[in-house]
């Protein structure tokens, strides 16, 4: 396979079965979300960490057929990180949603990257975050410079 063949595989896998994967687990949050009877929480639990499995071995696929298609970047560890951060947080979600008792979650992500994190046409990443955590009845504050990124997200917690 070609290294262009390999991008586009990629992009369609990202674009695709990635992002349908990811809508499918908002899904299955939204209907654990609601009042219902354990056993079926429990059965969509177990479902929804399932899915996070498979869109973790997506991600691994996408990158790498990129890693392929650029095989001088040295980034083998990338996938394996991605898929460990996910798991630790969304069992650290689950854990405060389950057992907290909070009222209010909040999320803080930082990195000292390059910074410039803003709205770009034809990106709507972060747009994204910004409805999902509007959606969720929740804040977010961005503060993106020279020195990194930082997200800080702030949500009222629902008990049933």
Same mark, same amino acid.
């Given at each position: ?5 390999? !991008? *586009? ?7 695709? @079965?990635?992002? =349908?994967? !990811? +809508?499918? +687990?908002?899904?299955? =949050?939204? @209907?654990?979300?609601?009042?219902g009877n354990d056993e079926?929480?429990? =059965?969509?639990?177990?479902?929804? #960490?399932? !899915?996070?499995?498979?869109?973790? *071995? &997506?991600?691994?696929? @996408?990158?790498? #057929? ?11 560890? &990338? %996938?394996? !990180? ?5 798991? $630790?947080?969304?069992? $650290? ?19 000292? +990257? @390059? ?9 709507? +990443? ?12 929740? =804040? ?15 949500? %009222?917690?629902?008990?049933?």
């Open positions: 396979m070609s290294t262009s063949q390999r !991008v *586009r595989l990629a992009q369609e896998l990202h674009d695709g @079965i990635a992002q =349908d994967l !990811v +809508g499918l +687990g908002y899904a299955l =949050d939204f @209907i654990y979300a609601k009042e079926l929480r429990s =059965d969509l639990r177990n479902l929804r #960490l399932d !899915v996070i499995t498979l869109i973790d *071995r &997506v991600r691994l696929e @996408i990158f790498e #057929l990129r890693n392929s298609a650029h095989s001088s970047e040295d980034l083998d560890s &990338v %996938p394996e !990180v991605r898929a460990e951060l996910s798991r $630790i947080f969304n069992e $650290i979600i689950e854990n405060s949603i389950n057992h907290s008792g909070a009222s209010t979650l909040e999320i803080s992500v930082s990195d000292n +990257g @390059i910074g410039g994190a803003y709205n770009r046409a034809g990106h709507h +990443g972060l747009q994204g975050i910004a409805e999902r955590t509007q959606a969720l009845g929740g =804040d977010l504050e961005l503060v993106s410079n020279f020195t990194g990124t930082h997200f800080q997200l702030s949500i %009222p917690m629902k008990h049933t």
